[in-house]
């Protein structure tokens, strides 16, 4: 895969902007949009994010060499799926009642986000992360490799090379990582999971990710699937 040099966020809100900081801060050249017109963000964008670029959704996409969903989950569908075709999707995305609404009108039950995400988007390479630490905590604990204090994310995907590719970034973003190769264990950082909002050492959140399946939100999981075999 090709070297990233631009980061392209869709998503100007909370999360994009601490990843658009954050981007910026390891050296990449950062492009961001929201829903709206480029001139609705701009301000705040020079005001938060010096040096990075407001753009339209087309504009980011066709400049970056990776992508950042940055959006609520329930308008993910909003963005032509053909625009994302090609590219190395991040999925930094989470069903939150709040701002998504119904679950049910927003997700098939079945299966994980990330999975019908992935799904839609079918001609792009998913890797979920960045989505289980709240924005606050991406903001203030980011630290360079080596850190005593570092914090990690779990990376997850089915393509290999991706996942790696997406580990290394997440490396110079700040933080740690811990890595599976299947997109469906995006569930266990899933709203409800343990680690949904945690901010943790590497084995601390290694642990929680090894014993998933003794964790209550684990335990559901594992009975739903038992439940849908039958
Ligand atoms: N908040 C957290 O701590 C946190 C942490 C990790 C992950 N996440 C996840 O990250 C996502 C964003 O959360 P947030 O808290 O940053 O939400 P937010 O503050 O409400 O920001 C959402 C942003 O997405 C933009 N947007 C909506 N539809 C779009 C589209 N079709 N194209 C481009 N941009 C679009 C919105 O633009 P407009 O304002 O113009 O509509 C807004 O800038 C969610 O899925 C959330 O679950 C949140």
Partial sequence: MAEIKTVGILGAGKVGIVLAQLALKAGYNVR?????????????????????????????????????????????????????????????MNYWWETDGIREEVLDPSLTSSEQVQQYFSKSTLVKTFNHMGYH?????????????????????????????????????GFDTVIHYNLADGIMTEPGSELFGASLSKADLQNVIDHFDETEFGKKIKEAHEEQKQ
């Fill in 32 to 92: 961001i949009s929201g829903s709206g017109s480029v001139q609705k963000i701009a301000l705040t964008i020079e005001t938060l994010v010096p040096g990075a670029i407001a753009s339209t959704n087309q504009g980011v996409v066709s400049k970056s060499d990776i992508i950042l969903l940055a959006i609520p989950l329930s308008r993910y569908k909003n963005i032509n799926s053909k625009l994302l075709k090609g590219k190395l999707v991040i999925d930094a």
């Fill in 137 to 173: 905590n991406l903001q203030e604990d980011a630290r360079p490799e080596g850190a005593d204090d570092r914090k990690a994310l779990f990376v997850t995907g089915n393509d290999h090379e991706a996942v790696d590719e997406v580990a290394d970034f997440v490396n110079t973003m």
